[in-house]
């Protein structure tokens, strides 16, 4: 299983930024998909879920200003910040799990400045 996540970048405050996760190794469709977040000296914690049949949920700190989904038909599962804060800012990853083992992709640095 190989989940890489891009779209990372350095904006201001009400800013917005787009991540992807591209996936491969798993029968993508079946399985919810997560994203999480973790700032130096923090734990990781969970940003959005969605399951396969794309119901979501979200971390009250993010409602109304992210959004979670997901491609099929690309194996891909996106996230779209928007009014982003600098409180926002840290290292996000992409999570599935298969088979009763967790998998992480690399993260990518997302950097909100005031």
């Known amino acids: 299983v190989q989940l890489q996540a891009s779209g990372g970048g350095s904006v201001q405050a009400g800013g917005s930024l787009r991540l992807s996760c591209k996936t491969s190794?798993?029968?993508?469709?079946?399985?919810?998909m997560a994203w999480y977040r973790q700032d130096p000296g923090k734990q990781r914690e969970l940003v959005a879920h969605i399951t396969s049949g794309h119901n979501t949920n979200y971390t009250d700190s993010v409602k109304g200003r992210f959004t979670v989904s997901r491609d099929n038909t690309r194996n891909m599962l996106y996230l779209q910040m928007n009014s982003l804060k600098p409180e926002d800012t840290a290292v996000y990853y992409c999570?599935?799990?298969?088979?009763?083992?967790?998998?992480w992709g690399k993260g990518t640095q997302v950097t909100v400045s005031s």
């Open positions: 999570y599935t799990t298969r088979a009763g083992m967790s998998f």
């Open positions: 190794g798993i029968n993508f469709r079946l399985h919810a």
